[in-house]
């Protein structure tokens, strides 16, 4: 729609011009000013590489764990200036199992914690807490941007193999 109106208004300035300069003389000239005002509505794009991380504890293991990394891609459209934000969450620090005949066994959420490190312009690094979004980049205006983020366990873990979903949300407020 909005495409609708910039073009009518458009033709209707070239209208008034050419009416104008019509009815002027040869040595006559004429300058006729069009104002334009367009508004662009943020939108973004976002491509991760995947949407979980699978995890082998060893048994007895106490030492970090690398989780896994995933890659993301970026597009953002903003305002001059606008902050774009890409932030990760997750339903549990970490699911127990795969195979849990009960469903998802949930290790002690006190004594075991999911890091994030990013690498890419303006990516972010901390710790991923359960249920609570986190910001992993932060960047100022539009365009493409690219990276990695990281994932380690550390604390006192479960062994066996681990599923932990994890959701990414791009914005620009």
Known sequence: MRGVTRTVAILIGLLVAFLTVASLQAADSVTVPIAFHSTVAP??????????????????????????????????????????LLSVETDAVLAGPVDSPGGP?????????????????????????????????????????????QFRLEGALTPGFHRIPLRFVLTAP
Request: net charge negative; aromatic share 4%.
């Open 43 to 84: 939108s973004t794009s976002l491509h991760v590489s995947q949407s979980e991380l699978l995890v082998e504890v060893p048994a007895g293991s106490t030492a970090t764990v690398y989780a896994g990394s995933i890659e993301f891609r970026a597009l953002a459209r903003t305002r001059t200036g606008g902050d774009v």
């Open 105 to 149: 066994a949930v290790a002690d959420a006190n004594a075991a914690s999911l890091q994030f490190e990013g690498s890419g312009t303006g990516t972010l690094s901390g710790v991923l807490a359960q249920g609570t979004q986190q910001i992993v980049g932060r960047w100022s205006g539009s365009g493409l941007l690219t990276g990695t983020v």
